[in-house]
Each structure stands twice: as C-alpha cells, then as structure tokens.
C-alpha cells in the first residue's frame, strides 16, 4: 500500500467492481452486414437486411444439411464451469444448465449457433439479474432480424441497440449480450453461391412439374378463340402425364424450345454446388454426402469426427465458451467449457480403460475418480449401507 492510500488522500485501487458493469458495445471487425446509410451519412444503422433471405437459405438441402451438423451437434454438448486456476469442475450457475427457462438449454444453444452460422453475430436478452452483482441469471435468444444496430460516427463500433425499433438499456435487465462468431456469416460471406442453389432449386421444381422440354403449339389454319385454345393446352397437358404419343389435326404443330431437364443438367450442377456449399460451411463434403462415400472404419470415423471438430466446430463452441467467461457473466477466475472431449470425442470402451488402468497405476487418479470417468458410482459417493 502507498503513502497516499495510507493517510486516505487515495483511494485504494479495488481488484474487482462489487457490481459488474455491462458488456461494452463490440466493434465493427468487417463492412457492416447489410448497414443502411442514410443519405450518405455516417452512423449508420443495420437491421439486417441482405439480398438472400435465411428462410430461403434453409430451403437449400446441402445448406440445411450443413446447420444442422453444426447446430445439432454443438447443442447436445453439455456446458459445465471449471476454475482457471486448478482446472477443477464447479457447481453450475443454473442459467449455464438452462439460459431461457422456458425452453431446454439444447435448443437456445443451437439457435445461438445458428445465428453465428448464418450472420456471424448472436443475441441474448437479459431477463433475470442477480441482486449482489448485477450479473445475468437468465437470458433469451433473440431473432437476429429483430435487433437494429445503430454504429458511431465512424461506423467503427456499436452505439446501441434496438429490438423491435426499441431502443434497449445499456445493462440490466432488458439488455443484449452479442456473441461474435470468427467471420462474417454464410449468408454476408457466400451470397452468389446460395444464390445459384437457391435459383438452382426453382427451376428444378419448375421442370418437375413439367417433366419435358417447352412445348409451342402452333396453329396454320384460322385462329381460334381463347376458350378452345385453353381446352387444347389443358388436354395437351393431362395427356403428356399419362402418355407420351400426342395426336395433333392437320393444323396444329407442336414445337419443343429450350432443353429437356437431362439436358440442363440439374443433377449435376445440384452436385457441384453442395460441394461448393460444404466448402463455404467449412464441412466435409462427406459428411453432407456431396460426394461419394469412401470405404469408412471405426477408425476412420474416430478421425472424421476429430478433424470435424477440429476445424468446424471449435470456432462456434470457442465462440459461445470465450463469450460465457468473460467477467460480466462469469466470476473472475471461472470459466465455461463445453465438454466435447467426455462425449463428442469419446473413445472406444476398451481404449478408454486402458488409459485409465495406466493412470491408476501411475496413482494420478483415485479408484473413485476412475468410477466416475466411465459414470459409475463412486464407493465414497455417501450412499447408506443397508446392511
């Protein structure tokens, strides 16, 4: 302690607020997703508008496929709290068992993620805080379409936010807490390619429907009116589903325009984009069955999920856990971690006792402790004896 801060002309620096403040708002890392400029001027605001819609996103088989590896998977990790300092596990706050308590922690992660997945940005809405330290106790996840960023003057970070063109409160209750995703989204980051699927699927619905080239029907002789020509085109119809041999009169012709659905080639132009859309999500395009499946092992499938979350799922889980720990949500010296290693990543039973029967005859581990890891019952667990 210093002269000053002994004679109490100081005061002493202190480690930690007794009430956490707010998170501060995030900078702008990338052009703004869909920022409208008014009139040419800064300080934008951003609602997410964009050219290619999230509902027709999701219409896309390969896109679809690609969330729902993501989004699926990351969700039924379980979240749990350890200390930074000793790396042991604690007692869970119980909105990291369950943010919304409306709804099960399973399904808010896995929008969360697909909030990352599409726009690179995530919300949660604060709707509990505890009384000691003025920290979220619970949270609800919230449609990126209904949340508006209004950006400073420089368009270099957030001002505030506005849900439902309300503005919200800076903290408390009411509040937004962002998760930040490592990228610009799918939908900011891919526009032409979802595009051409998007476009790619339409005109293969269209040519379902009418499963032969475009068909003219030309008429030589005198011009008939609207009625008949009508019934004719709806007989020609009916027919070609049923058959393929047509009958025209003398008059009449038919003339194919355009190309056949073989000839267009949807099929393959339907391959090659999921293969292009695996690349953009950053799956392997086994994984969406975009190409043909290798001969797999158990222990290529050991490795396909290592290198699966490896590199596609890490950046949305350390995403969502570095978001979690930091001080305005978690106590200083405590972090979230989603346990991929205990269940995602789990080895085989025979493997797994062979690490544990070296780790107990080295003694780093208890006979307790090695129960536990495999989910059995501790001998120490307090359980009366009947006997």
């Known amino acids: 302690m210093g002269l000053l801060e002994t004679l109490g002309l100081r005061a002493k620096p202190t480690v930690e607020a007794a009430r956490i403040t707010a998170q501060l708002n995030p900078p702008v890392m990338d052009a703004p997703f869909g920022t409208y400029w008014g009139a040419g001027s800064y300080g934008g605001y951003n609602n997410y508008a964009n050219s290619i819609l999230r509902q027709d996103a999701v219409g896309v088989p390969a896109i679809a496929r690609c969330r729902n590896l993501i989004a699926g998977t990351i969700a039924t990790i379980p979240l749990e709290l350890y200390s930074k300092t000793t790396g042991e596990e604690l007692v869970s706050m119980p909105w990291i068992e369950q943010p919304d308590k409306r709804q099960p922690r399973e399904v808010t992660i896995a929008w969360t993620v697909d909030s990352l997945f599409y726009y690179g940005v995530a919300y949660w809405r604060v709707e509990e805080v505890y009384k000691d330290d003025n920290r979220p106790a619970r949270f609800s996840w919230v449609q990126n379409d209904r949340v508006t960023v209004k950006y400073n003057a420089n368009n270099t970070a957030v001002d505030y936010y506005m849900i439902n063109n309300v503005r919200i409160p800076d903290d408390g209750v009411g509040s937004l807490i962002t998760f930040q995703a490592m990228d610009q989204g799918l939908l900011l980051r891919n526009p032409v390619t979802i595009r051409a699927a998007i476009d790619l699927e339409k005109a293969a619905a269209i040519s379902a429907q009418t499963p032969m080239a475009t068909t003219v029907i030309k008429n030589t002789g005198a011009d008939l009116p609207d009625q008949q020509v009508q019934g004719i085109l709806a007989a020609w119809k009916s027919a070609r589903l049923s058959k393929s041999t047509a009958y025209l009169t003398s008059t009449l012709t038919a003339e194919n325009l355009g190309f056949s659905p073989k000839d267009m080639m949807y099929n393959e132009a339907k391959a090659y984009l999921a293969l292009d859309l695996a690349r953009a999500c950053n799956v392997p395009a086994t994984m969406i069955d975009a190409e043909q499946l290798r001969s797999s092992t158990y222990q290529n499938v050991l490795d396909q999920r290592k290198e699966f979350a490896a590199y596609t799922l ?68 307090g359980e009366v004896d009947a006997s």
């Open 314 to 381: 890490m950046p949305f889980i350390d995403a969502i856990a570095c978001r979690l720990s930091m001080d305005d949500l978690t106590p200083r010296g405590q972090e979230v971690r989603f346990s991929i290693d205990e269940t995602f990543l789990r080895v085989d039973p025979l493997t797994r006792l062979q690490v544990t029967a070296q780790l107990l005859d080295l003694g780093l581990i208890t006979l307790d402790q090695a129960k536990e890891m495999e989910d059995l019952t501790p001998e120490g667990s």
